[in-house]
């Protein structure tokens, strides 16, 4: 589809509305975004939402899983019915077991541990932001934004093109930091779309 063409669908909600978004959908999107305006505009940032989200949903399961670090045994269990270790607490008290009652006497409850050892991380990011990398730049902001949101971590991103960028007051949110991306072009200043400012939650904006 022809960026001409894009653009008269994104000003139609109903033509918008049947897009469905895509890496390749999205890279024409981020290449135009200074030409849309009105209801082209907010179609667009709608459908670039919905994909970060919908890239964001996966990466997010894949990422907690990856990370998850091993059980800290020194920390100990809370005293949970959801953590109640009913196999280990039946094998413990097997000798308060009464042959006449055929009854258990439970001595002790034993809980598992479920607190996990973290160390503080810093993680910087820097992603390409030329026209050919726009696969990259996605999921680097993306996953960089996810990063952000866990425990102890410090995350930092830098695009750059022909000068760096530092994109780490909007880490926490991907969708800030693709509006402020400008693929294939010279990088002078992180403008947004025309767009109302808005603080990063964990970060003050610059």
């Not at 030409?35 to 970060?52: E, M, P, W």
């Amino acid at each position: 589809m022809k960026r001409m063409h894009l653009r008269e669908v994104l000003a139609d909600p109903t033509l918008a509305a049947q897009l469905t978004p895509s890496m390749s959908l999205i890279e024409q999107l981020l290449r135009d975004k200074n030409n849309l305006s009105g209801v082209a505009l907010a179609n667009a940032k709608a459908l670039i939402r919905r994909f970060v989200d919908e890239v964001a949903e996966v990466l997010r399961t894949q990422v907690a899983q990856a990370t998850a670090g091993a059980l800290d045994r020194s920390v100990p269990p809370k005293r949970t019915f959801r953590n109640l270790d009913l196999d280990r607490t039946i094998w413990k008290n097997l000798t308060n077991w009464s042959p006449e009652e055929e009854r258990l006497y439970v001595d002790r409850l034993y809980y598992r541990h479920t607190a996990r050892k973290t160390t503080p991380q810093r993680l910087i990011v820097v992603v390409d932001q030329s026209g050919s990398m726009v696969d990259s730049m996605v999921n680097c902001t993306i996953l960089a934004s996810i990063f952000a949101g866990l425990p102890k971590v410090d995350v930092h991103l830098i695009a750059y093109d022909t000068r760096a960028i530092d994109l780490t007051p909007w880490v926490s949110d991907p969708f800030e930091m693709l509006l402020r991306t400008n693929l294939g072009a010279a990088t002078t200043d992180p403008s947004p779309w025309p767009w109302p400012a808005r603080r990063s939650p964990n970060r003050g904006a610059p």
